[in-house]
């Protein structure tokens, strides 16, 4: 079975641009988290959803991101304008309900903002 | 908001030493998480805790949920190459509006000199 997915695995963008990170977690996992790592900061949870639902968003730094989750299969996160701050490596990772120790984390995005 | 102190923030080891590393927290937790990271990976679940006093082995590795439920170490014996990763530590408080979110302390650098 498919980890977690997510794309792209690197994108760099200038300074104002729209940025969007795609997931999709393990087939059957009905929590979904959002993290950022950044050498600063360590590994912070930005938000997470339960079955779509978004359960808590406040790790989310500020109005710039948002977060969607559509279905059960697929989540974005999105920041609008970016900026140099947010470079960072996001990682999604999914979960069963009830089983928060085995969270299983993507490869991550690694985004650098110029 | 919780906090996680890891230490060592890095470890530079000779192959066949023994490591170990600890968790402090400012506030309780009920469950001890355990992770490794490799270069551009996401992190792996290495070793879960739920109770106090609990001690637990994964093959070289032994994590013990401190009686406090405050702390948490791990211990990997006769270190080899490829236990070179970032260790980090992560606490879960599924108390009122925490359910779900994990708090990852800073990590530890391991390097292991073949």
């Known amino acids: 079975d498919a980890g977690v997915i997510q794309s792209p695995r690197h994108e760099v963008t200038e300074m104002g641009q729209e940025v969007t990170l795609r997931c999709k977690p393990i087939?059957?996992?009905?929590?979904l988290f959002w993290y950022r790592q950044t050498m600063m900061r360590g590994l912070e949870l930005l938000i997470y959803?339960?079955?779509?639902?978004?359960?808590?968003d406040s790790g989310m730094p500020e109005d710039r991101f948002s977060a969607k989750m559509p279905n059960a299969s697929f989540s974005t996160l999105k920041i609008q304008p970016s900026e140099p701050r947010d470079s960072a490596v996001y990682f999604c990772?999914?979960?069963?309900?009830?089983?928060?120790?085995?969270?299983?984390f993507g490869p991550g995005t690694r985004l650098l903002v110029l | 908001g919780q906090q996680l102190n890891q230490s060592p923030q890095s470890m530079f080891i000779q192959e066949g030493e023994d490591v170990s590393m600890n968790c402090t927290s400012s506030?309780?937790?009920?469950?001890w998480l355990w992770y490794k990271q490799e270069p551009g990976e996401g992190p792996v679940l290495l070793i879960a805790?739920?109770?106090?006093?609990e001690l637990t082995s994964n093959g070289r590795l032994t994590a013990q949920f401190g009686i406090t439920r405050k702390d948490s170490f791990l211990n990997i014996s006769a270190s080899i190459p490829s236990d070179v990763g970032i260790y980090f530590c992560?606490?879960?408080?599924?108390?009122?509006?925490?359910?779900?979110?994990?708090?990852f302390g800073q990590g530890t650098i391991l390097t292991v000199h073949p």
């Open positions: 990772a999914s979960s069963l309900r009830g089983a928060i120790e085995t969270q299983y």
């Open positions: 087939s059957g996992h009905n929590s």
């Open positions: 959803f339960n079955n779509n639902v978004p359960i808590d």
């Open positions: 506030s309780i937790f009920n469950t």
């Open positions: 805790l739920y109770k106090a006093g």
């Open positions: 992560a606490g879960h408080d599924a108390g009122g509006t925490s359910y779900g979110k994990l708090t």
